[in-house]
Structure formats: structure tokens, C-alpha cells
């Protein structure tokens, strides 16, 4: 868009003058930081509403993308780069006496998800926008999101995020659009002239309330609306109570519903926190949908054209309640029949899985869901009845195959198979994964619907992660391929042509050695870690969870820091090992994972002359804006989870957008990107997955593997002895002598093929022509991993949905 600087600054001064009654030269930072924003969302609001007028004028279908989850970092950088208009504001605020890139640093990120669910999330609807596809992203305005991570002496310290002190002038309140939400209770049937109607007993009823927050398309005329549900109470504050001072007990119904959008994922291992998880995710897809309907009987004035102008998409199975709960708005709301509201549910609804771990495979205690929810677990036993008959019809005699597609069995109700059973598609998120999906996870309804199964591999928003993060590999490529890629990824491909040009690798070297003086500057300002920017950073950077195996890179650490113990002038290329993850608060595993690692850091600290060849660095608080910073500097990529556990991963591909080698399995999108990039520019390592199902068929036994490697054999004995005056025997035993299963992820059995990749990996960068030009080809191919292809094949394959252009 066309701006000059006398009209920003008009408004700059415009917003100070109305909010803070204050000038320029009398505005403090924070004044200008809100000023600035203040005047993107007026932009980004007149987009929205010129766009939406068209959309509804051309009648065309919109989707609503559901998930529990959108990690979108800061916005403020991104919009003004969406818009084209960074430039100017530097410029403006430059005269006025503020310097952008500080007024960036005051935006926190925005604290509404966890790792890869979230981040996906956010590079989809982005891509929305971008490609001008109509769009609505549905979430909770999480007050403290997760959590705020602190790491003292080497545990994990959950503290809240506080975010919307600065964060919430993105937000919109649309009071306008409320709606209420019932919870518990019982009911009832009332029949009058053949019709049933549901009543509803000492039910507690919450108010949902959305909060807008826009996200711009890269010079698009799409902005996509992201609406974020705050709970609150419906019951006015009890006078009389507070009157008698008795001030909490006045308030405490309120303060109850609130907690329903406090923290994101609450810790459940506890009863208190389960019913908590499932009133988020009910109260989630209730006020979304009641939104929605109401929304298209005012456009439409009927619900009858409801699938072929809306389509709704559950991403992973936290919103899968939109199926029973979209079943009883259309049945006891609006009076259609059950096989019209159910022929309507399975035309709207599709569903991305994101997991093959049985453990993650949502299920709710049947006797807990009925007690939150009587209507909905009415509705589901229905689904299910019909669903078993269907199934039976096409299964006679088959009752152990019916028992696992139920959704309802063994007093447990999974809302995968509910997820499944009720949407007409259903997608993995790589190659592997969807195949895993059909043949084993879900292989009884790929015989049932085999023509609903699909795959669509996640992408990433290749603008935020490489042009956005990266400007100065940005500018290479401009002048090299020009800047058409940045909305057509696929053109990145004609970088590889420069593959043998010295002065292009030249300068590729030269641009990774700047992003990696600048990032450790970055980490010894925010934390006072201290890395060579000479060493090789290999980073792993992502969820902490036993199947990815980050013990299994502290493994092979230890090893090397054990040889260096017992002869410090071992030859090899000095490495900071990165690590970043935040493990769930009650997950036990996780978090002594973390505290192997850092008590490994703080040991290697103690003696220096190690330390100039070997450092590990373990990142607090890791999020998108720390990923902003850490991508564009790595230079080998860990993506190392037991193959067939991975379902995709994106940092994978966010690595390799901005340079990293990988060192990975064939897991997930790893075996994509080895597609891509050739086995030569990868290091692919370990057993596959049709190989590990063949070790647990016939017994793993992680000590033939310990007895077998001598480096694994050290490593894994030094546990005992421990790290920084602290002994990890736990470790040893959860890897030897565990009860039930030694070593679950297998880190064992791949430990001697990870090792002699590492080593391939010291052997390759030590050239480094060869080094570079492996580099240059993993960004040439990275393009068919933006989310732009990924949304594209959503838009035409599941969704039907078209793009809407404003007429010029």
C-alpha cells in the first residue's frame, strides 16, 4: 500500500494526541510502541471490512479453522512487512526519535500456544490471507498461555506469561458477539406437537466473549480475523455478600468461569484439571459455532445452504466436540431432523491428525464427560449407535474391529475415532504419517471410508522464517532469482543454479557467519550465555517428549565430553550443542531430561579447556521470537525422533529454509525433505519405521545395544556418576532397567548409527565449498514446504473453497 511519511506521522500524532494526550516530544516509548500498532489495526481493519463486503457480495464459502493452539510471536514486524509499509515507519519514527527495531523488542509474544500445533496454526492462516482465501481462526484468549519458563539450577520453573500487558492493544473486543455456554447440570425432554424440546437443570452457564486480533496477507487483499474466546461469569456480583464482607464468595462464580481461558493446556493429572480441559474445549467449539450460525442467518436468513458456504476444519482432535455440538444447535436450536443435521455435519467438518502415539490420542472418562456435558454425551451415544449398526452392516461378525472404531468402548469416549466418524476428510501432515494412518493407527476406517483419507505435508510461512528473519539471505536471493519467490515459493528452486558459483557460496558463508555473531550476542544478552561463533551450532529445537529423543543427542554429548575428560587435545571441530524446549508441567520424564542437560552444561563449564571444543547451551523460555533469532544462525538441523513417531515437524523445515543441514531419521517430513534435497545434502541415520516395528515384534532389548558400542557403554555408565555433583542413575534405569519397557524411544538401538552421522557431519563441514553448496541446495528446494503449497492443496482438495479477489 502507498503511504508517505506526512501521512504517518500525522497519524502517529493523531493516536498520541486521542489516547495519551501527549505530543511527540513528550511521548515515551511505550506511548509510541501502542501509537504504532494502534495505527497498523486502523489499516488492517478497513482491509477486513472492504474484503468481507466483497466476500458476502459474491456469496463465497468461507472457512473456519478450529484449533486450541495459534503461535503467532510478535505481530507488529510481520504486518508492517505484510502491508509494505516498514519502511516508512523506520523512516517516520527516525525523525520522530524512536528506533523500530526497539519498539519491536517491547512486543511480547503473544502467548497463545505450546510447539508445532500452534506454529502451524499461525503459518496457515497467514498463507490465508496471503492468498486471499476467506478465513476465520478460532482459539481462547489465554490470559498466561502456557507458561513463562525460568531454569534455575538446572529445573524448570512454570511461571505465568503475562502477555496482554502490552500485547492486548492487537486485540478488538466485539462485545457485540457474546454468547453463552452451558456446563453440567442435567436435563430433560419436554415433547409439544412432536417435538422434543431439551431442558436444561442447575446447569452453570458461562459468557464467551470474542476478541479480534487481524492478520495480514503479503500484499494481499485478504485479512484474515482471528477470534480469541475470553470466559467470563453471566451471574451479577452478590451484593448482599459483598456487603457482608465476605468478598471472595461474592465474586467466586465469576472468578470460576474465568479460569475456563486462564492457562493453555492445564495441567491434568488430576481430576480438577481434566474436567478443566474439557470445559476449554467445549466452551471452545460451542461459542465458535453458535458464532458461525448466527453470522449466516443474518447474511443467508437459512441454515440450509450451511455446507456449501461454510467449511470447518478441527486441527487435531481438541475441537472435535464441534461435531456432536453442531449436531445439537442444527437438532434442538433449529429444528432439522437428525439425519439432515448429520448429512449436513459430515459436508462441513474435516480433521487433521497430528500424532500416532496411542497416548495422545484423546480420550475422555465416559463417566466424567457426562457428568460436564449430558446433552452433548447424549448425542454422542446416538453417533455412535448408528455408527456401530453402519459399521456392523459392513463388517458383519466383526465385533474386535467395530470395538476399536467406537467411539465409545471400555468407559472411554476418543475423540479420534469421533473425529474420523464425522468429518468427510481426513488428512495426515506428511507422506509417512498418513500412510501410518492408514495402514495402522486408523487402518479399520481406512477400510470403512478408504476414499476419505488424504495427506497434505505441513508448511511453514516461508516469508516470516526466511524473508522476514533473514533479510540479508533475502537479499542474496532477490538479486540472484528476484523477489517473485516471496509469493511464489516454488520459484526458489532456480537458486540451485548457483549451486558452483564461488562468489555466491562466498557470500552464503559470509551470511551464515554474521547470523551467528549476531545470535550469540542475542543469548548473551538475554541470558549470559557465552558461544564461539567459530564452533559449529547444532541445534535441536522443539518440544521436550521421549520420542524426540533429545536424550539421545545428551547420549552421544556425553560421549564426546567423556573422551575429552580422559585426552583434551582430541582433534575435532569445536560444536555448541543448542537445545530449546519446554516440557509439560507434569510430564516427570521431560523435565529430568532438561535437568541432564543442563546439569552436562554446567559441568563443562568447570573446565575450559573442554569448553573451546565442546559447549552445550540450553535456551530458556524458547518461543517464536528466540526461533527468530536461533534459525537463520543454525548450521545443523537435529531432527532425530524415532522413525513412525513424528507426524511432520516444521522446524525441520524452518531450519532448512535459512541453511542448516539436517541430521535426522526417516521420520515425519524428513523423508520428504531427503526427496527434495537428495541423500548427498542430508544425513539420514537409524532404523526405519517398518524396522522398528519389526524390533518390538520380536523383543527389544536396549542392553544389546549398550553391551555392543563402547562409546554408548561409557556414556550411558557416566549417568551414575552424574554431572555437577548430581548422579542421573534414574536415567540409567530408565534406559536399562525400567520396569515394563527399557528405553521406549529406542535411543539405544540408533545411538551407533547417530554417532557416525555426527562424525560425517565433522568430516563435510570441515570443506567448506562442499558444506556451502549442500546449504545453498537445501534453500533452493525448500519451497513446496511453505504453507502457501500446503493451504493451496486445503483450499482446492478438502475445503472447496476459491479465492476472492477485490475487482481492480
Excluded at 328 to 343: A, F, G, K, P, V
Excluded at 540 to 566: C, F, G, P, V, W
Excluded at 638 to 660: P, R
Amino acid at each position: 500500500m502507498n503511504l508517505n511519511k506526512a501521512e504517518v506521522k500525522e497519524t502517529l500524532l493523531n493516536k498520541l494526541s486521542r489516547y495519551y494526550g501527549t505530543s511527540a516530544s513528550e511521548a515515551n516509548k511505550e506511548q509510541i510502541y501502542k501509537s504504532v500498532i494502534l495505527a497498523v489495526r486502523d489499516i488492517l481493519t478497513m482491509k477486513k471490512k472492504t474484503y468481507n463486503a466483497h466476500v458476502r457480495k459474491e456469496g463465497k464459502k468461507r472457512v473456519y479453522y478450529m484449533c486450541m493452539e495459534f503461535l503467532i510471536g510478535r505481530s507488529l514486524k510481520m504486518n508492517l512487512n505484510n502491508l509494505g509499509i516498514e519502511e516508512i515507519y523506520r523512516e517516520t519514527l527516525n525523525e520522530l526519535g524512536f528506533d523500530l527495531d526497539e519498539i519491536y523488542e517491547m512486543e511480547p509474544d503473544a502467548a497463545l500456544g505450546n510447539g508445532g500445533l500452534g506454529r502451524l496454526a499461525s503459518c496457515f492462516m497467514d498463507s490465508l490471507s496471503t492468498l486471499d482465501y476467506p478465513a476465520y481462526g478460532y482459539s481462547l484468549c489465554y490470559e498466561y498461555g502456557l507458561f513463562k519458563q525460568k531454569i534455575a539450577d538446572g529445573e524448570q520453573i512454570e511461571l505465568p506469561d503475562e502477555w496482554l500487558t502490552y500485547g492486548d492493544v492487537w486485540l478488538v473486543p466485539r462485545r457485540d458477539k457474546r454468547f453463552k455456554v452451558k456446563l453440567g447440570g442435567t436435563i430433560s425432554e419436554k415433547w409439544d406437537n412432536g417435538r422434543c424440546e431439551i431442558i436444561y437443570n442447575d446447569y452453570d452457564e458461562v459468557e464467551a466473549v470474542p476478541y479480534d486480533m487481524m492478520i495480514s496477507g503479503a500484499d494481499s487483499d485478504a485479512v484474515s480475523t482471528l477470534r480469541l474466546w475470553k470466559a467470563q461469569g453471566v451471574k451479577e456480583l452478590n451484593m448482599e455478600l459483598f456487603s457482608q464482607g465476605q468478598y471472595v464468595k461474592a465474586v467466586e462464580e465469576g472468578t470460576l468461569a474465568e479460569a475456563i481461558s486462564k492457562v493453555l493446556y492445564p495441567n491434568d493429572n488430576h481430576m480438577e484439571g481434566k474436567i478443566l480441559r474439557l470445559s476449554q474445549q467445549y466452551f471452545l467449539v460451542s461459542a465458535s459455532l453458535q458464532n458461525i450460525i448466527s453470522d449466516h442467518l443474518f447474511y443467508y436468513k437459512d441454515l440450509s445452504t450451511l455446507p456449501e458456504k461454510i467449511a470447518i476444519h478441527i486441527n487435531d482432535t481438541h475441537p472435535a466436540l464441534v461435531i456432536p455440538e453442531l449436531m445439537r444447535l442444527l437438532i434442538d436450536e433449529h429444528n432439522y431432523s437428525w439425519e439432515q443435521s448429520w448429512d449436513m455435519v459430515t459436508r462441513i467438518v474435516s480433521y487433521t491428525n497430528h500424532t500416532v502415539l496411542p497416548e495422545a490420542l484423546e480420550c475422555w472418562n465416559e463417566d466424567l464427560f457426562k457428568l460436564k456435558l449430558p446433552r452433548i454425551y447424549v448425542i454422542l451415544k446416538e453417533i455412535n449407535e448408528r455408527f456401530c449398526k453402519e459399521a456392523w452392516d459392513k463388517f458383519p461378525g466383526k465385533w474386535d474391529k467395530i470395538t476399536k472404531m467406537s467411539i465409545i468402548a471400555y468407559k472411554q469416549i476418543r475423540m479420534a475415532n469421533l473425529s474420523v466418524i464425522g468429518s468427510h476428510t481426513i488428512n495426515g501432515v506428511s507422506k509417512l504419517h498418513s500412510d501410518i494412518l492408514r495402514t495402522s493407527v486408523f487402518n479399520d476406517f481406512a477400510d470403512m471410508y478408504p476414499e476419505r483419507f488424504t495427506n497434505v505435508t505441513n508448511g511453514i510461512t516461508h516469508r516470516k522464517w526466511l524473508c522476514y528473519s533473514n533479510p540479508a539471505l533475502c537479499k542474496l536471493l532477490d538479486e540472484c532469482i528476484g523477489p517473485e519467490y516471496r509469493k511464489q515459493p516454488w520459484l526458489l528452486k532456480e537458486f540451485e543454479k548457483y549451486a558452483d558459483d564461488a562468489s555466491v557460496l562466498q557470500r552464503l558463508e559470509k551470511i551464515k557467519k554474521d547470523n551467528k555473531e549476531s545470535f550469540a550476542k542475542y543469548i548473551f544478552e538475554k541470558q549470559g550465555a557465552v558461544i564461539d561463533p567459530e564452533s559449529i551450532y547444532d541445534v535441536q529445537a522443539k518440544r521436550l517428549h521421549e520420542y524426540k529423543r533429545q536424550l539421545l543427542n545428551a547420549l552421544h554429548i556425553i560421549s564426546i565430553y567423556t573422551a575429552l575428560k580422559e585426552n583434551p587435545d582430541l582433534p575435532m571441530r569445536p560444536r555448541t550443542f543448542i537445545f530449546a524446549a519446554k516440557a509439560a508441567p507434569g510430564y516427570a520424564v521431560a523435565k529430568n531430561i532438561i535437568r541432564l542437560i543442563c546439569y552436562i552444561s554446567a559441568d563443562i563449564q568447570k573446565h575450559p579447556e573442554i569448553k573451546k571444543k565442546l559447549n552445550v547451551i540450553f535456551i530458556e523460555n524458547y518461543n517464536v521470537s528466540v526461533a527468530e533469532h536461533l534459525m537463520p544462525a543454525a548450521e545443523v538441523s537435529e531432527q532425530i525422533s524415532l522413525a513412525g513417531k513424528e507426524a511432520s515437524g516444521t522446524g525441520n523445515m524452518k531450519f532448512m529454509i535459512n541453511g542448516a543441514l539436517t541430521i535426522g531419521t526417516l521420520d515425519g517430513a524428513n523423508v520428504e525433505i531427503n526427496e527434495a534435497v537428495g541423500k548427498d545434502n542430508i544425513f539420514i541415520f537409524g532404523h526405519t519405521a517398518d524396522e522398528v516395528e519389526e524390533i518390538w515384534r520380536k523383543g527389544y532389548a536396549s542392553s544389546y545395544y549398550y553391551n555392543r558400542n563402547a562409546d554408548l557403554k561409557r556414556a550411558v555408565d557416566y549417568l551414575p556418576v552424574g554431572f555437577n555433583g548430581r548422579s542421573f542413575e534414574d536415567i540409567e534405569n530408565y534406559l536399562l532397567f525400567s520396569y515394563g519397557v527399557a528405553d521406549p524411544y529406542m535411543c539405544m538401538a540408533d545411538y551407533e548409527f547417530y554417532a557416525d552421522a555426527q562424525k560425517k557431519v565433522e568430516k563435510v563441514y570441515a570443506d567448506r565449498k562442499a558444506w556451502n553448496k549442500k546449504s545453498l541446495i537445501n534453500i533452493a528446494n525448500a519451497g513446496v514446504f511453505a504453507s502457501d503449497r500446503s493451504i493451496n492443496e486445503y483450499a482446492k482438495n478438502i475445503w472447496r473453497i476459491d479465492a476472492v479477489k477485490l475487482d481492480k
